[in-house]
């Protein structure tokens, strides 16, 4: 089972560019969220989908923009990355209410 | 303002000994609680959780011990292994535990590294 996959697992950008964190689950989870992992700051909610076509913020939405076409898949967008998105992002995802979060990887940015 | 807090940034113990790991929390919407153990390069997994209508939970080793009045939680780990070496995140989440619409959103506290010495 592959579970979550993030990719990449590290990049580096320079102030202004974007890009995009990709995340898919194979599991038919409804719930799926990103989190940013800082020194101190422990996980942090960034965004959240509740299904197909529905979307909210977290805690630090910020900078980031988020969508969900499809139950596997859910992109995080940087628009225009700056260095105090240098971090490390976690996709999660999980059945509606349970709580039991099963999370990637982790993809480490780098914002020069 | 951290709605989650686990003070001890880390914990160190030796084997066989027990391990006891805090967290308290500020928001008395809180009702459901978690913990997460974390490996260096890996994702946090889940280790275990509790309601609040409960004030004990326990899966093998790991006991998760809930104090509402004090809003305060704690892991024990008895015994600690080597292989528990790991960051311990707790979580918490309002909705969860009375059936409500929390859908799985969750409050995470800082961590606490701890390290099991053999």
């Known amino acids: 089972n592959a579970g979550v996959t993030q990719t990449p697992k590290f990049q580096v950008l320079k102030t202004g560019q974007s890009m995009t964190l990709q995340c898919a689950q194979d599991m038919n989870h409804e719930y799926m969220s990103w989190y940013r992992q800082d020194p101190g700051m422990g996980l942090r909610l960034i965004h959240y989908?509740?299904?197909?076509?529905?979307?909210d913020q977290g805690e630090v939405p910020n900078g980031y923009n988020v969508s969900r076409s499809t139950t596997e898949d859910f992109p995080l967008r940087l628009l225009s990355a700056a260095p105090s998105q240098t971090s490390v992002y976690f996709c999660?995802?999980?059945?509606?209410?349970?709580?039991?979060?099963?999370f990637g990887e982790g993809s480490r940015l780098t914002v020069l | 303002d951290q709605q989650v807090k686990q003070n001890s940034p880390s914990l160190s113990v030796q084997e066989g000994r027990i391990s006891i790991l805090n967290c308290d929390y500020t928001n008395s919407m809180f009702d459901y609680f978690l913990w997460y153990k974390k490996y260096p390069a890996e994702g946090p997994t889940f280790l275990i959780s509790?309601?609040?209508?409960?004030d004990k939970n326990e899966d093998g080793r790991f006991t998760v011990f809930l104090n509402k009045s004090a809003k305060h939680l704690s892991l024990h780990i008895v015994p600690s292994q080597p292989g528990d070496s790991a960051v311990y995140f707790c979580?918490?989440?309002?909705?969860?535990?009375?059936?409500?619409?929390?859908?799985?959103?969750?409050?995470f506290g800082q961590g606490t590294i701890l390290t099991v010495h053999p």
């Open positions: 999660a995802s999980s059945y509606l209410g349970t709580g039991e979060l099963f």
């Open positions: 989908s509740v299904g197909a076509g529905i979307t």
């Open positions: 509790i309601s609040s209508i409960k």
């Open positions: 979580a918490a989440s309002a909705g969860l535990g009375g059936g409500g619409t929390s859908y799985g959103k969750l409050t």
